[in-house]
């Protein structure tokens, strides 16, 4: 019930394609639902994040849609770049779990010139 | 601002010998602190995490051990590293009276047990 699932677990895009990650959870709990990105060599850095109370949230080319009913998350990344090129996790937290973020397994996407 | 700082940033160690691997937050106070491992193309396991001095809670029973000595320096470490203690230890930190806020990662250690 802790699980996120995370799809596809890589992608390619040509550049100025549309990338998209899915992301599935089953614990009712989990109120924020986190995206963060990941380079080589480096640690991961917070992308965007969500609370369910919407259903989609868009910050320049990167949106966050949110289906509560069906309890999934997607991120989707318009306009694809290869700086792009990096590793994505999903997460979500609930309030009484310590701030303890349950990560998806991570998708590497790959943006081709 | 907050800095985190993780090092080292790379380190390889023979089987059988101790580890230590250090992490300090700066520009906050009373931060939550977690160390995670990331396998080669794998996710983030969490491994520990504080919410106060001297309070650990572990999250895999395993041959590591982490210690928070002061409010804002987190420890990793072990007696005798195994071969499957290879990985990429990142640590974390975020602001304790907000589970939603940011969880602000280290450019993390890359360990190599040889």
């Known amino acids: 019930q802790q699980q996120v699932k995370q799809s596809p677990q890589s992608l390619i895009v040509q550049k100025g394609g549309i990338s998209i990650i899915n992301c599935a959870y089953e614990n009712t709990a989990f109120d924020y639902f986190p995206w963060y990105q990941q380079f080589p060599g480096k640690g991961p850095a917070l992308l965007i994040a969500i609370r369910p109370d919407v259903s989609e949230k868009k910050e320049g080319r990167f949106t966050i849609s949110f289906n509560k009913s069906a309890k999934q998350f997607s991120l989707h990344i318009m306009d694809s770049q290869p700086g792009d090129s990096a590793t994505y996790f999903c997460?979500?937290?609930?309030?009484?779990?310590?701030?303890?973020?349950?990560f998806g397994q991570g998708t590497i996407l790959t943006v081709h010139p | 601002s907050q800095t985190i700082h993780q090092w080292p940033a790379t380190l390889v160690q023979p089987v059988g010998s101790p580890l230590s691997l250090e992490c300090t937050v700066e520009?906050?106070?009373?931060?939550?602190l977690y160390w995670y491992r990331q396998a080669a193309g794998r996710g983030l396991q969490l491994l520990f995490y504080s919410v106060g001095i001297g309070q650990i809670s572990s999250e895999v029973p395993q041959n590591l051990s982490a210690s928070r000595p002061q409010d804002r320096q987190f420890i990793l470490s072990s007696k005798k590293l195994l071969l499957s203690d290879s990985g990429f230890y990142l640590c974390?930190?975020?602001?304790?009276?907000?589970?939603?806020?940011?969880?602000?990662f280290g450019n993390g250690t890359r360990l190599t047990v040889t």
């Open positions: 520009g906050t106070s009373n931060p939550n």
């Open positions: 997460a979500a937290v609930g309030g009484t779990s310590y701030g303890k973020l349950t």
């Open positions: 974390a930190w975020k602001v304790s009276r907000r589970y939603n806020s940011p969880l602000h």
